[in-house]
């Protein structure tokens, strides 16, 4: 940067570069906006997202099971903590974006708006929508904006854990009886359409893509990663003697891809827009839970102060 360089010439320079862009950083009103509206519908999925999973933690079939599930969704909790920080180094606090997601004013992921019906599902949802989130995240460990990229890193490290505990109870349970194997086979197909929507609408109804791929906050088109994901899990399906419903999930010589079914992208938009089958239950719980927190945060804000008010008076003694 020289002494002529405009603050813009030097964001678009950084970019260019494939540097970082710092919170201290000048950044376009577009960019700051953009990336506190994403990271921030990140970290209330994250926190929503606890919520499918928490309610399995006491019916889980040994008591090694629960543990790794409780561990499981603490992670979650600390997922969401990491990335309300780095949305709030964009300049908004973290309780005004709370206050967005209780008002219903900022989405979460439309997948935590299923319920999880059996203990196969909750490997299902640790395979596959762990696994979706993996594939969607690990490109965003390289998102311009510092923060959030760095936030990423540990993330994904986490996911990777929670993959690999979704595929071990799929892995136990196709392995078992048949009624079992059963019940593994219709969780992964209750999830697969809803894992394959997390990665957002078709690019051609995606209206953030484009400036988001530019702005290098998003490295590949919600296609391209939702392409990578069914390439991913087919043969991981087929590794666990289980197969998905899609009539036209086949191997495209051509293409060097696997094709897959239309997805179902009214039900995703009813979804996205409060519909699905738990948006009310997974709200009135959230609100519920805030409420029911608001001691904690009073007597954690009466400490800080009472802190700020000691410390200021040693140092002027
Ligand atoms: N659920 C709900 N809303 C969705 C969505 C989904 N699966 N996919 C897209 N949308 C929304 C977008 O937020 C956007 O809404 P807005 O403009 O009103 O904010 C609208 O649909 C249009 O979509 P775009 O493709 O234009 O939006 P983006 O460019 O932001 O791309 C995204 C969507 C791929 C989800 C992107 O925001 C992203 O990569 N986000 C970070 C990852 C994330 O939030 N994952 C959520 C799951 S968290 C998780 O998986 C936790 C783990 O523990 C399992």
């Known amino acids: ?120 599902d909750i490997g299902a949802i640790g395979w596959l929508v762990d696994g979706a989130a993996i594939v969607n995240q690990v490109p965003l460990c390289r998102c311009s904006y ?25 892995h136990s349970l196709a392995n078992g009886t048949a009624a079992q194997k059963q019940m593994a086979h219709e969780a992964i197909n209750r999830f697969y359409g809803p894992a394959l929507q997390m990665f957002g609408p078709p690019d051609g109804d995606s209206p953030n893509s484009e400036q988001s791929m530019a702005w290098k906050i998003k490295r590949f088109s919600n296609d391209e990663l939702r392409q990578r994901f069914v390439d991913t899990i087919v043969p991981q399906a087929e590794a666990l003697g289980l197969s998905f419903d899609d009539p036209d999930l086949v191997w495209n010589e051509e293409r060097g891809h696997y094709d897959y079914g239309e997805l179902d992208w009214d039900e995703f938009m009813s979804v996205i827009k409060g519909h699905g089958p738990c948006n009310t239950q997974r709200m009135e719980h959230r609100r519920q839970a805030h409420a029911d927190g608001a001691w904690v945060r009073d007597a954690a804000a009466a400490y800080a102060e009472r802190s700020n008010a000691v410390e200021t008076a040693l140092i002027s003694a």
Request: aromatic content about 8%.
């Open 146 to 170: 510092g923060p959030y990229g760095r936030a990423m890193v540990r993330v994904c490290k986490e996911e990777s854990f929670h993959q690999r505990q979704g595929w071990e109870i799929l």
């Open 1 to 120: 940067m020289t002494a002529t360089t405009t603050p813009d010439q030097a964001f678009n320079e950084l970019i260019d570069n494939d540097a970082r862009i710092e919170s201290t950083d000048w950044m376009p009103e577009k960019y700051r906006k953009t990336l506190t509206r994403q990271i921030s519908q990140h970290a209330h999925s994250e926190i929503i997202g606890m919520q499918p999973e928490a309610n399995w933690i006491s019916r889980a079939p040994s008591l090694k099971r629960k543990a790794i599930l409780m561990a499981k969704v603490q992670d979650e909790a600390g997922h969401g903590l990491y990335l309300y920080s780095a949305a709030e180094s964009l300049g908004t606090d973290r309780a005004t974006l709370v206050q967005q997601l209780l008002d219903g004013t900022a989405k979460y992921s439309s997948i935590f708006n299923y319920p999880a019906r059996t203990w196969a």
